[in-house]
């Protein structure tokens, strides 16, 4: 069962910082994706990786992948209020495109 | 291009009864998935069409089922409602590997 762990599941941070988000899976895939939840909102999507090194960027946010890791990484840099957000990234599997997503990051970006 | 659409919106029952929840995909796209959010299940996937074919489903009992016509919009049935099916319900449709797109979702809460 393919498994997908995000970290940190709660993140506060000041406007201007940048921070990490990290999500580990377990099992071989070159399909990772990246979606913002507003509140009472559905998904928006926001990068698909689909290959070893992929690196992708919009405005403040920056996705890799690592599929030899098994590790993708959502990097903030000099956040704003308006990135506040959940945060999930999903991997498909070998075969099919069913998403396993992780729990979350709920991102709070403060003054 | 119109995005995908589900209907309702919110829609609430009673436990035992049954109900039906459709999204139309965005034009071209043949492949639709249907997703459970709950707050302590996260994001589970239910359902994967592609031309009118299921092509995977997720680990839920079989009150839960799914068709797709041969305009690639989609229903889903849950049938005998309990307490635990109350969530957001999303439908998400693509083209094979590139980004699944997201609709609104319908809220669903059992009384």
């Known amino acids: 069962e393919l498994k997908v762990e995000q970290n940190p599941l709660f993140l506060s941070m000041q406007e201007g910082k940048n921070y990490t988000i990290y999500c580990n899976y377990s099992?071989?895939?070159?399909?990772l994706y990246w979606y913002r939840q507003d509140p009472g909102k559905s998904l928006e999507s926001l990068f698909v990786l689909l290959s070893n090194g992929a690196v992708k960027q919009e405005g403040r946010l920056m996705a890799s992948l690592d599929t030899k890791a098994r590790l993708s990484t959502l990097h903030i840099t000099a956040a704003v209020h308006d990135l506040s957000a959940t945060y999930f990234c999903?991997?498909?599997?070998?075969?099919?495109?069913?998403?396993?997503f992780g729990k979350g990051t709920s991102l709070l970006v403060t003054p | 291009k119109a995005g995908v659409t589900q209907t309702p919106r919110y829609l609430i029952k009673t436990r035992g009864q049954q109900v039906t929840l459709s999204c139309s995909p965005i034009s071209g796209h043949r492949s639709v998935s249907w997703y459970q959010q709950t707050p302590g299940q996260g994001l589970q996937f239910l359902f994967e069409?592609?031309?009118?074919?299921?092509?995977n489903k997720g680990n839920f009992p079989g009150r839960f089922s799914g068709r797709q016509f041969s305009n690639s919009r989609s229903e889903m049935n849950v049938s005998t409602l309990e307490l635990g099916d109350s969530a957001l319900y999303l439908c998400a449709s693509y083209l094979q590997q590139e980004t699944q797109y997201f609709g609104p979702g319908t809220r669903l809460l059992v009384l």
């Open positions: 099992t071989t895939s070159d399909r």
């Open positions: 999903a991997v498909g599997p070998a075969s099919g495109y069913a998403l396993n």
């Open positions: 069409y592609f031309s009118e074919t299921q092509r």
